[in-house]
C-alpha cells in the first residue's frame, strides 16, 4: 500500500510539473504569434514565472530536487524549464545548482541541465559563462554568445555533456530567431540599461 501511495504522489508531482511547464510554453506562444514577447519582460509571462518558481520550491522543500526516476524524463526536464524561466527569484536558482550538479554527477538528470543554469546565473550576474549557452544581442545586432571563461575550452567542455560545438549553436540560435522573427533592440545602450536595473531590482547584482 505504501508503494502505490508512492507511486501516485509521483504521478501527480510529474502532472504537476508537466502543466506548469505547458503554461509556460502556451503563453510564450501567444505572446509570440502577437508579437509581444521580444518587447522587454512581459508582465504576465513575469508573473506566470514568479508564481511557478514558488510552487517549485515547495516541492523541492518537500520532495528534493525531481529527478528521472522519480517524475520521468519529461517530468524532470519540466523542473528545469521552470527553473530556467524563474529569472525573478536569483536565491532560487542559486539554491539549485547544487542539486542539479548532483543529480547529474549521479545521473539522475540530463547533464545540460546544470550546465545551463550555471550558465544562466553567470549571464544575470554579469559574468562570463562557462558552457556558451546563454545568449544575447550585442552591440553590432548580432545574436551572439554570451560572454565566455575560456573560449578556448569551450566546445571541449560541450562536447562532454552533450552539446554541439559553439558554432553550431550560434547558427542555430540565429535561425531560431529568424523564424521567430526576434529583431536586435533600436537601442542597445537602452535595452543594457534597463536590464541593469532590473537585475538591481530583483538581486542578481548590487
Keep these: 500500500m505504501k508503494q502505490n501511495n508512492s507511486n501516485t504522489i509521483e504521478h501527480e508531482l510529474r502532472e504537476q510539473l508537466l502543466t506548469m511547464a505547458a503554461q509556460d510554453q502556451k503563453l510564450r506562444e501567444e505572446l509570440l504569434n502577437s508579437q509581444r514577447l521580444f518587447d522587454g519582460y512581459n508582465e504576465e509571462l513575469e508573473k506566470l514565472h514568479y508564481e511557478h518558481a514558488q510552487r517549485l520550491e515547495k516541492i523541492i522543500q518537500a520532495k528534493g530536487w525531481p529527478t528521472e526516476s522519480m517524475v520521468g524524463a519529461d517530468g524532470a526536464r519540466a523542473a528545469w524549464l521552470i527553473l530556467q524561466h524563474a529569472i525573478g527569484r536569483p536565491d532560487l536558482l542559486?539554491?539549485?545548482?547544487?542539486?542539479?550538479?548532483?543529480?547529474?554527477?549521479?545521473?539522475?538528470?540530463?547533464?545540460?541541465?546544470?550546465?545551463?543554469?550555471?550558465?544562466?546565473?553567470?549571464?544575470?550576474?554579469?559574468?562570463?559563462?562557462?558552457?556558451?549557452?546563454?545568449?544575447?544581442?550585442?552591440?553590432?545586432?548580432?545574436?551572439?554568445?554570451?560572454?565566455?571563461?575560456?573560449?578556448?575550452?569551450?566546445?571541449?567542455?560541450?562536447?562532454?555533456i552533450g552539446l554541439p560545438s559553439l558554432e553550431a549553436q550560434i547558427k542555430l540560435m540565429r535561425q531560431n530567431a529568424a523564424e521567430e522573427r526576434e529583431k536586435p533592440p533600436c537601442d542597445w545602450t537602452m535595452r543594457m540599461e534597463e536590464m541593469h536595473r532590473w537585475s538591481r531590482k530583483v538581486g542578481w547584482i548590487d
Excluded at 550546465?115 to 550576474?125: G, K, N, S, T, V
Excluded at 559574468?127 to 545574436?143: A, H, I, R, S, Y
Design 94 to 160: 542559486r539554491k539549485c545548482l547544487p542539486l542539479l550538479q548532483l543529480a547529474a554527477q549521479r545521473g539522475e538528470i540530463d547533464a545540460k541541465f546544470p550546465a545551463y543554469l550555471e550558465d544562466r546565473i553567470c549571464f544575470f550576474q554579469r559574468q562570463p559563462q562557462k558552457f556558451g549557452t546563454q545568449f544575447d544581442w550585442d552591440e553590432d545586432g548580432n545574436l551572439s554568445p554570451w560572454q565566455i571563461q575560456d573560449l578556448a575550452r569551450v566546445d571541449e567542455l560541450r562536447e562532454k
